[in-house]
């Protein structure tokens, strides 16, 4: 299984992937998580895509590009993968092409989460993360029993700096903008299937897996 994740910022992208990775037994691969893990360790990479996504905007995609190609360079993506928030832009797409047939496979699905602007604005400013262990809560759709403290190891939970309403905003402009042109790139590939992002995680996920397993429409 080679795998594309495609959705608004907060359509569930993160919560979904964990779960649709394990489900197919495949890495799941976040680039918003190895990002955040570079800024976090204070690298050059982190250093510089902090700049971009505390304004809400995309990493250049020479750099995400080179992050990914390495990424799936790696043992572990033999039998498959998910990507979780790439590829973002057409270019992005292009790209994961030519590494894909460099390895000589290519992807079977591109999942698209569907939410609305709305919906997507209420998820963000509600979510906080484990500091530790990365878990994710929503203080209104998934609240954690002590407020502000992880039901998983006890650690902190914080708040995204990009979580902030305008920066919010500007990841929803940037989407429609500059990712939204995928959906079309991938239906016109036959790889687009559409599944609503609303409703309990475990409905949401039920609905992809069963997308996944049908013919594409
Ligand atoms: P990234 O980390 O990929 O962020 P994103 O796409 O904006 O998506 P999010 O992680 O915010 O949301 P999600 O869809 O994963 O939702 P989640 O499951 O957490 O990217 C961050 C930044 O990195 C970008 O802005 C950019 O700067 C850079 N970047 C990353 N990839 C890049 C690329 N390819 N090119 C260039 N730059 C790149 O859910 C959200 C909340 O909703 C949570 O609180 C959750 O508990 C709740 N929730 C989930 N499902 C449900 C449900 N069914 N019902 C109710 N609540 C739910």
Known sequence: MRLVLVGPPGAGKGTQAKRIATHYGIPNIST?????????????????AKNFMDEGELVPDDVTIAMVRDRLGRDDTEPGFLLDGFPRTVPQ???????????????DSVLKLQVDDEEVVH????????????????????PPTREGVCDLCGSELYQRDDDRPET????????????RPLVEYY??????????GTGAVDEVK??????????VA
């Open 187 to 196: 239906k016109a590939r036959d790889l687009l299937r559409i599944v609503i």
């Open 32 to 48: 918003g998580d190895i990002f955040r893990s570079n800024v976090a360790e204070m690298t050059e990479l982190g250093e510089l």
């Open 206 to 215: 039920a609905r992809a897996i069963e997308a996944l397993e049908q013919p």
């Open 123 to 142: 998820r963000l400013s509600g979510r906080r993360i484990c500091r530790s262990c990365g878990h994710t809560f929503h203080i209104e759709f998934d």
């Open 93 to 107: 797409a292009e790209a994961l092409n030519e590494i894909l047939d460099s390895y000589d496979v290519a992807l």
């Open 168 to 179: 919010i905003r500007r990841r929803l402009d940037v989407y429609h903008e500059q990712t």
